[in-house]
């Protein structure tokens, strides 16, 4: 009956058992090798278990039976650890062999008392009504084993044997029911972090000594994987006076004077270690701490070291659906500036993936392009004011155009708020981001004592640090990377080395070369790796820093607990590291240095390489099947460097459309030249064709919006000549107009309109009334500027009137205000004011903030032309009030120099010199020109007023020297009038009749007529 029983539990669990076994036979090819390690071994007795069961109907015993042992089963796989036989009452299970981890006596102590705590619960058994409690007895032994197969090729058996296995037993059989029992080598090696009781001497058969046993009683509080990873870095060396700078810039910040700080220096020489020890500071306690990283591989991904920081903001995590992360960011932003609400729609635009086409990125305005950059901004200056900021990007070598340009944005503000903001370079990179202003800080290598003293808390046993601290410092030349390489090669060289010559210390590193660089050092502990080991790491090296374990085991075929066991190895040889999951990513393994996944990736073959590539591009697809789009950039990445051209067409273009939503047009440029030069090494059959020309087509579109007209010129040039091999009409038209648009630009304005016209012939045939609209609102455009102010008049109402019947409003306003800007042109105010009434009701409507802001200033404007002084006041102001609340400060400025201008009217100079001071603040911190050169004229005319010639002659001078400058020509035109008409005031006719003039002259070619009355008026005045 009993051998019944037991064959039955046997038969119950055997699936569970050989997992690890049977893994290791298949890789071993049918037979597994016979192996001397150390082993840890658990021996569980159940007291009375099977005279028990053998009380109860077979039902019932199976069910009893199966409460306690499924979880038994359960933990010792949990912990990584095997069951290796059933025996009677209990079983017996191992931990090490056949694989092994660093830390198997600590695995087999949580395993055990993990069973007891089970066992307790599920141990209650009611026969006649009598509860019985069974109770387990444990014993846990560490030592050497001799493993491997036992028995004849048809019935093959895994077993361990040695006096260990017999010790664990004996020691199960003298615990007292319900406790665990340990020896002394497990003791010593768990006793730092489980709470256990004495030592107690016992005599046990077969041995002449006692021997110590100890009672494991229980785990000591966890420390927290962080905490871990703080305590375990090597004593700081040095950096005093760095650290002192950082410390004092914090506290700078602190105290809301925003602080923007660069540290530089080689590749390991301690970046990262320094900003990581300003984390500790108890200052930076105070303070919310926001990293993001840049990567080499996430060079063209727009806002990518954004991206994490404002997952960590919103508290995204990685499986939200995009409905839960607009919700995470409207409540979000709703704690932190509720008045930024309106804008929640650009932070989901940048942390989910929504791609547009080309027509409708045109749509988007280019103040749209600088909303989302001063949303951004402005929410991390709202979040500053919760709790001040300590801003951490990494290796910003690789930094992401988008990004550079987002942090050049912020370090013009970033002294009024309690923001620190450190980057990270690696030199001696290219730079690519230049921020003005920044704090330098240049790490040089460590001092000759310093690496004196590193190397001794590095190398414990004083002969080896004796033996080799000279080379070191010689060799490492104060670089902490290289010296920890050096040292981990010393350590493993240590271990590598035969029996009988361990200790022999002298006579092992005698021929001990170090490398001259911390490259070869890391690569030749790489080549140190066993086989299998060494191929894990290189085929990791190509997913980048990160290892997400789910996407590395489809590309190795591994089962994951065999996988994990390998990266849990490389992290014993210190390649990886474990970290605590982010929240949005399922990241779970990490290059503990990014050296070592530069050199195990420049390892690669290049053929390996693409085919790895590949193999992750494809399971990627496999894996995010429904969040393709967010996964546009890596899925670029991979099949770029991989064999498979037309998936690396097809995302890189998604990438870049994917850009261009987000303005992040340099970004863009990067993949579509990729992509094109892709698809232009292949067959162009008409599908390639056709594909070439829309990506020509993108491509112009954001070099014209990043100014590079030359390359929008060519590209355009080849976007047309593709699109007329494949006769595509639409795209052909499209392509035209955006020619029509790029010569706009450039000011030629005759050439310009000859493409739209080209382009609105083809229209005709299309049907395309939206085009069609809003080219004939651009011709319009171009005649007011032409000065053909009377045919610019018919095509804006012609675009109007088609906007009316299409219903196209986004045109329709385009179209109103270019309207407005024609009455404004022929001095006709109170139709601008009509006109630019009827633009702000409907951008009311439409909750488009911008566009009201804009509009307010323009109505402003008009009033303040029809002398209608309260009115224009309270339109600037109000203009002021909506910037603000979008973080627009530019036109804040440009509002606030109105109302300078409208006090001056009114003579009141306090108001005037009040707003002339607040404008110039913040044109400084834009390091604007031309709005400088508006406070110039404005501070001329303020002289004049108080008829201080001298100053006043200085300051329009000064601005008309900007205007003409950046070609501004109506300025410099009403800045000439205006001092003229000074000059007049002073009597200096001749001068005064030479400006009127020169004035006359500009407004008249550009056809603007506001003062141009004024203008014949004086010169004949003064003729008389
Ligand atoms: N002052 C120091 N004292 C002790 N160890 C240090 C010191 N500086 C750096 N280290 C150690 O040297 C290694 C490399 O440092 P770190 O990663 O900070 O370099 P880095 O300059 O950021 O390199 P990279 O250019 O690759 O980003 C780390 O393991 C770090 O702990
Ligand atoms: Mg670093």
Same mark, same amino acid.
């Given at each position: 009956?009993?051998?019944?029983?037991?064959?039955?539990?046997?038969? #119950?669990?055997? %699936?569970?058992? %050989? $997992?690890?076994?049977?893994?290791?036979?298949?890789?071993? &090819?049918?037979?597994?090798?016979? $192996?001397?390690?150390?082993?840890?071994?658990?021996?569980?007795?159940?007291?009375?278990?099977? &005279?028990?069961?053998?009380?109860?109907? %077979?039902?019932?015993?199976?069910?009893v039976i199966n409460n306690i042992f499924a979880p038994i089963v359960n933990i010792i796989d949990k912990f990584g650890g095997s069951i290796n036989k059933f025996l009677g009452d209990g079983l017996m299970a191992i931990f090490g062999t056949p694989y092994s981890h660093e830390d198997d006596p600590e695995r087999a102590a949580r395993a055990s008392l993990e069973i007891m705590k089970s066992i307790e619960e599920n141990g209650k058994i009611k026969i006649d009504n009598k509860v019985k409690n069974l109770k387990a007895r444990i014993g846990i032994n560490t030592g050497l084993c001799i493993s491997g197969e036992i028995g004849s090729p048809s019935r093959k058996e895994f077993t361990v044997i040695g006096d260990t296995v017999n010790m664990a037993s004996r020691l199960q059989e003298n615990a007292t029911p319900g406790k665990i029992l340990i020896g002394e080598k497990p003791f010593q090696r768990i006793k730092e972090n489980f709470i256990i009781s004495t030592p107690r001497k016992l005599k046990i058969k077969g041995k002449k000594d006692l021997v110590s046993v100890y009672t #494991?009683?229980?785990?000591?509080?966890?420390?927290?994987?962080?905490?871990?990873?703080?305590?375990?870095?090597?004593?700081?060396?040095?950096?005093?006076?760095?650290?002192?700078? #950082?410390?004092?810039?914090?506290?700078?910040?602190?105290?809301?004077?925003?602080?923007?700080?660069?540290?530089?220096?080689? #590749?390991?020489?301690? &970046?990262?270690?320094?900003?990581?020890?300003?984390? &500790?500071?108890?200052?930076?306690?105070?303070?919310?701490v926001l990293s993001g990283n840049c990567s080499s591989w996430e060079e063209s991904k727009p806002y990518a070291p954004l991206k994490e920081i404002f997952t960590k903001i919103f508290g995204i995590k990685f499986d939200d659906e995009p409905k839960e992360i607009d919700k995470k960011i409207k409540s979000r932003i709703k704690e932190i500036d509720s008045s930024l609400l309106f804008a929640s729609s650009y932070f989901s635009r940048l942390l989910s993936s929504k791609i547009k086409s080309l027509e409708e990125i045109m749509e988007q305005s280019k103040e749209e392009s600088n909303l989302l950059i001063r949303v951004v901004k402005k929410l991390l200056w709202s979040f500053s004011s919760q709790k001040p900021l300590l801003i951490i990007i990494e290796d910003v070598q690789w930094i992401d155009n988008a990004s550079a340009e987002f942090l050049i944005q912020c370090y013009k503000e970033i002294k009024e708020y309690p923001v620190m903001l450190i980057c990270s370079f690696r030199e001696p990179h290219k730079k690519k981001l230049y921020i003005g202003g920044a704090k330098i800080i240049k790490l040089s290598p460590l001092k000759n004592t310093e690496t004196d003293k590193l190397i001794r808390f590095l190398i414990k046993e004083k002969n080896i640090y004796k033996l080799m601290k000279d080379k070191i410092i010689t060799t490492a030349n104060g670089n902490p990377l290289f010296i920890e390489e050096i040292v981990r090669g010393i350590k493993e060289k240590r271990l590598s080395v035969d029996k009988e010559k361990q200790g022999n210390n002298t006579e092992i590193f005698a021929d001990f070369q170090i490398p001259d660089t911390v490259q070869s050092i890391a690569r030749a502990r790489i080549d140190l790796l066993p086989v299998g080991l060494k191929e894990i790491l290189y085929q990791a090296s190509v997913l980048g820093r990160y290892i997400e374990i789910n996407l590395f085991q489809r590309i190795t075929n591994l089962q994951n607990k065999v996988l994990l066991d390998f990266l849990k190895k490389l992290q014993k040889y210190e390649f990886i590291e474990e970290i605590k999951p982010a929240p949005q990513l399922q990241r779970y393994f990490a290059f503990t240095h990014s050296l070592i996944q530069e050199i195990a990736y420049n390892s690669l073959l290049f053929k390996t390489r693409r085919s790895l590539h590949t193999k992750i591009g494809v399971a990627m697809e496999v894996m995010y099947l429904s969040k393709i789009d967010a996964k546009a950039e890596e899925l670029a990445y991979h099949f770029k460097n991989s064999d498979d051209k037309e998936k690396a067409v097809f995302y890189l273009n998604k990438a870049g459309d994917k850009a261009q939503p987000l303005y992040a047009f340099k970004n863009a440029i990067n993949y579509y030249l990729d992509s094109i030069k892709i698809l232009e090494s292949t067959i162009l059959e008409k599908k390639q064709l056709t594909q070439l020309s829309e990506i020509y087509n993108k491509l112009a579109f954001s070099q014209s919006v990043v100014g590079e007209r030359k390359e929008t010129e060519i590209n355009l040039n080849k976007a047309l000549e593709y699109c007329r091999k494949t006769k595509s009409k639409d795209n052909e038209s499209l392509i035209l107009m955006n020619m029509g648009n790029l010569y706009g630009d450039m000011g030629q304005w005759d050439r310009a309109i000859k493409y739209f016209k080209n382009s609105l012939l083809i229209i005709k045939e299309l049907n395309n009334l939206k085009r069609k609209a809003r080219i004939i609102n651009n011709i319009g455009l171009i005649n007011l500027f032409k000065g053909d102010t009377s045919t610019g008049y018919s095509n804006l109402k012609e675009s109007l009137t088609l906007c009316e019947t299409i219903k196209a409003e986004d045109i329709y306003i385009m179209a109103l205000n270019n309207m407005g800007i024609y009455y404004d042109m022929v001095g006709e105010w109170r139709k601008a004011l009509d006109i630019y009434k009827r633009s702000l009701s409907i951008s009311k409507r439409n909750n488009n903030i911008i566009e009201i802001s804009n509009t307010m200033g323009n109505l402003g404007f008009a009033y303040s032309s029809l002398n209608e002084s309260e009115q224009a006041i309270y339109y600037f102001q109000e203009s002021i009030l909506l910037s603000e609340k979008i973080g627009d400060i530019y036109n804040k400025g440009i509002n606030l120099i109105h109302l300078g201008e409208e006090y001056l009217k009114k003579d009141n100079f306090s108001k005037t010199k009040y707003y002339i001071t607040k404008a110039e603040e913040i044109f400084k911190i834009l390091e604007d020109k031309l709005g400088l050169a508006d406070i110039y004229r404005l501070k001329a005319k303020l002289f004049k007023k108080s008829k201080r010639w001298k100053d006043s002659e200085i300051f329009f001078k000064n601005a008309i020297k900007v205007y003409s400058k950046f070609g501004d020509r109506i300025n410099e035109g009403e800045s000439y009038y205006e001092w003229g008409d000074m000059l007049i005031l002073k009597r200096d006719i001749d001068l005064a009749k030479k400006n009127l003039i020169k004035s006359r002259k500009i407004l008249r070619n550009i056809g603007a007529k506001k003062h141009l009355r004024e203008i014949e008026e004086k010169l004949n005045n003064l003729k008389k």
């Open positions: 009956m009993k051998e019944k029983k037991q064959n039955n539990i046997l038969e #119950l669990y055997k %699936p569970y058992v %050989p $997992e690890a076994v049977t893994y290791r036979i298949s890789e071993g &090819k049918g037979s597994l090798p016979s $192996e001397r390690s150390e082993t840890t071994i658990i021996f569980i007795d159940i007291r009375g278990f099977t &005279k028990l069961a053998d009380q109860l109907d %077979p039902e019932k015993a199976t069910e #494991l009683k229980g785990e000591k509080k966890k420390i927290s994987f962080l905490e871990k990873k703080k305590n375990s870095h090597s004593y700081f060396m040095g950096r005093q006076k760095e650290l002192k700078v #950082l410390k004092e810039t914090l506290k700078k910040s602190y105290q809301s004077e925003g602080q923007l700080i660069e540290i530089n220096g080689e #590749l390991g020489v301690g &970046k990262s270690r320094l900003i990581l020890e300003l984390t &500790k500071d108890s200052l930076a306690k105070e303070f919310n």
